[in-house]
T-cell receptor
Framework: GQSLEQPSEVTAVEGAIVQINCTYQTSGFYGLSWYQQHDGGAPTFLSY????GLEETGRFSSFLSRSDSYGYLLLQELQMKDSASYFCAVFSPWGNTPLVFGKGTRLSVIA | DGGITQSPKYLFRKEGQNVTLSCEQNLNHDAMYWYRQDPGQGLRLIYY???????QKGDIAEGYSVSREKKESFPLTVTSAQKNPTAFYLC???????????????FGAGTRLSVL
């Protein structure tokens, strides 16, 4: 089967840095994606890693280690609007579903 | 503007009733997906379609049905066989994906289904 593990909740202070971890077990692997979802809204794509290393997009960075089946999303200079749920998702062509989502990490940014 | 349109935003189902959720995209994407999201949970795949007139079951297809007669449209029917249909339903689309491509999924705004 396929499974992803990420923390259910994280709280961080405005202006700080927070890291959200994701470990996965899949039968086949193309890449790891991250999505953001505000309450009541639709998920939106943030980043994608197919190879080991760090990808940076503005205040957000994502890291992947294929050998460890592990990745993380790093959010810098946190803003109140970053309060949302963050989902990691594995893109795997050999499972029953092409994209498998974790259960999400709810990030609360406090003043 | 390109995007995905889901309707209605809110839907109520009576016991024994079938209801259909609409999903339309003008992104010219080959693949379309239906997900179910329960409170505090991740997204679980119901059905997906990678090409017109073809679709595959996801992890929780029981009690649901779909059709893909046009590239732009992928309606989901929640049948009376689905005993616990109350949830937030999300439709998404993407390029077909494959090695070297990201399979970025673009989501509609969702339909919130409740049982009367």
């Amino acid at each position: 089967g396929q499974s992803l593990e990420q923390p259910s909740e994280v709280t961080a202070v405005e202006g700080a840095i927070v890291q959200i971890n994701c470990t996965y077990q899949t039968s086949g692997f193309y890449g790891l994606s991250w999505y953001q979802q505000h309450d009541g809204g639709a998920p939106t794509f943030l980043s994608y890693n197919a190879l080991d290393g760090l990808e940076e997009t503005g205040r957000f960075s994502s890291f992947l280690s294929r050998s460890d089946s592990y990745g993380y999303l790093l959010l810098q200079e946190l803003q109140m609007k970053d309060s949302a749920s963050y989902f990691c998702a594995v893109f795997s062509p050999w499972g029953n579903t092409p994209l498998v989502f974790g259960k999400g990490t709810r990030l609360s940014v406090i003043a | 503007d390109g995007g995905i349109t889901q309707s209605p935003k809110y839907l109520f189902r009576k016991e024994g009733q079938n209801v259909t959720l609409s999903c339309e995209q003008n992104l010219n994407h080959d693949a379309m997906y239906w997900y179910r999201q329960d409170p505090g949970q991740g997204l679980r795949l119901i059905y997906y379609s990678q090409i017109v007139n073809d679709f595959q079951k996801g992890d929780i297809a029981e009690g649901y049905s779909v059709s893909r007669e046009k590239k732009e449209s992928f309606p989901l029917t929640v049948t009376s066989a689905q005993k616990n249909p109350t949830a937030f339903y999300l439709c998404a689309s993407s390029d077909s994906g494959g090695r070297g491509r990201k399979n970025i999924q673009y989501f509609g705004a969702g339909t919130r289904l409740s049982v009367l």
